[in-house]
Structure formats: structure tokens, C-alpha cells
């Protein structure tokens, strides 16, 4: 047998605040999605991000305890252009969303900027500098 990747998952404190934040990095979650423990949201290709709320993951772990020290694991959203990740960037952080880094021009060659969501996950917002 051979494992297929499939999904990344989130737990998070407040489904909704969590949602809205992904709805305005573009994905489109139905709005009824904010009242249920779990949510799915497939991507072209059929990558899955899932959602599911501490109490969700508390109830079959109930030992399960935030990390600390830092994050684990961060998400990435490619904005099409220099210019975007700017915006997008000014946007967000206008929106009330912390902005953990400023945009910058990477040494790898892409404008890159990262965001935090509700739950304080980093997600980066990058571009190629050149088209």
C-alpha cells in the first residue's frame, strides 16, 4: 500500500474568525461552514485544507495541548505578481490581521510577506519578482 497526501489541517479556537480570514485570502467556504466542528475546503487538484476546532480535536484527545515555542508548520498563498503580495499584504494587515513581515524581496527571487491568522499561523503571500 501506498499513502496518498491529502490534506493539511488547522485546529483553531474560532471557526469563524478563522474562516473569514481564509475567505479573504480568496477561498470560497460557504457561509453555513461557520457553525460546524469540521470543515473541508478543496483546492484544484484536490488538496484539502480542513479546519477543525480545539473542542473537535478535544474530544477524541482529550490530553491534546497547544505548541509552544514557535510554529510548526506554515501555509502559502502565491498572489500572482510583486505587486499583489504588496496589496494583498496592506489589505490584510488593514483588515486588523497582524503582519508578521513586512513585504520584502527575497533572495530566492520572489516579493514575499507573511501574515498571521486568527490562531496565530504564519501564511505567507509571495510572487515571483520577475514574470
Same mark, same amino acid.
Given at each position: 500500500?501506498?499513502?496518498? %497526501? ?34 473541508? %475546503?478543496? %483546492?484544484? #487538484? ?7 476546532? $480545539?473542542?473537535?480535536?478535544r474530544s477524541f484527545t482529550p490530553d491534546w495541548a497547544e505548541p509552544t515555542g514557535g510554529h510548526r508548520t506554515a501555509l502559502a498563498f502565491d498572489c500572482g505578481t510583486a505587486a499583489d503580495v504588496d496589496t494583498l499584504f496592506?489589505?490584510?494587515? #488593514?483588515? @486588523?490581521? !497582524?503582519?508578521? +513581515? +513586512? ?5 530566492? @527571487?520572489?516579493?514575499?510577506?507573511? $501574515?498571521?491568522?486568527?490562531? #496565530? !499561523?504564519? $501564511?505567507?503571500? %509571495? ?5
Amino acid at each position: 500500500m501506498t499513502a496518498t %497526501f491529502s490534506a493539511i489541517e488547522l485546529v483553531v479556537h474560532d471557526l469563524p474568525t478563522s474562516l473569514a480570514f481564509y475567505r479573504r485570502l480568496g477561498l470560497d467556504i460557504p457561509a453555513d461552514a461557520d457553525q460546524a466542528p469540521h470543515v473541508e %475546503f478543496e %483546492f484544484p #487538484g484536490g488538496i484539502r485544507l480542513l479546519w477543525d476546532t $480545539v473542542e473537535t480535536i478535544r474530544s477524541f484527545t482529550p490530553d491534546w495541548a497547544e505548541p509552544t515555542g514557535g510554529h510548526r508548520t506554515a501555509l502559502a498563498f502565491d498572489c500572482g505578481t510583486a505587486a499583489d503580495v504588496d496589496t494583498l499584504f496592506d489589505e490584510i494587515t #488593514g483588515d @486588523g490581521y !497582524n503582519g508578521r +513581515k +513586512k513585504p520584502w524581496d527575497a533572495p530566492w @527571487g520572489q516579493r514575499y510577506a507573511t $501574515v498571521d491568522d486568527p490562531d #496565530g !499561523n504564519p $501564511v505567507d503571500l %509571495f510572487a515571483a519578482l520577475t514574470p
